[in-house]
């Protein structure tokens, strides 16, 4: 099992920016990606972006390329992601998510909730107008 832990939402202006951090504990050597998800009300929850454990493979949606980055810290267990320039449709709960996945798969794969079975609490973001 894996324990992720998520912190660093709040409440900000369109504009502004954000850092997400999650932390991980237990067997975390029993993955080899994580990510970050997000759902806002009404909608399904979605891939934001993912990293493969050495950092060298990344994956972003259409909606943040070029606004947000995944990165990570193996050393301290830790996840970040930094979001600049947010909007309100960014306005969601993110989650932090790991599994252990195949290589060479497709983009959308790695951007899937459901190939993800380890799952944080989620933290509130919230942009306003």
């Known amino acids: 099992q894996v324990q992720l832990v998520e912190s660093g939402g709040g409440s900000v202006q369109a504009g502004g920016s954000l850092r997400l951090s999650c932390a991980t504990s237990?067997?975390?050597?029993?993955?080899?990606?994580i990510g970050w998800f997000r759902q806002a009300p009404g909608k399904e929850r979605e891939g934001v972006a993912t990293?493969?454990?050495?950092?060298?493979?990344?994956f972003y949606a259409d909606s943040v390329r070029g606004r947000f980055a995944i990165s990570r810290d193996n050393a301290k267990n830790t996840v970040y992601l930094q979001m600049n320039s947010l909007k309100p449709d960014d306005t969601a709960v993110y989650y932090c998510?790991?599994?252990?996945?195949?290589?060479?798969?497709?983009?959308?794969?790695?951007?899937?909730?459901?190939?993800?079975?380890?799952w944080g609490q989620g933290t509130q973001v919230t942009v306003s107008s």
């Open positions: 998510a790991a599994d252990r996945l195949p290589p060479y798969s497709s983009r959308g794969y790695y951007l899937r909730p459901a190939s993800f079975h380890n």
């Open positions: 237990g067997n975390t050597a029993s993955t080899n990606y």
């Open positions: 990293i493969s454990t050495g950092g060298g493979s990344t």
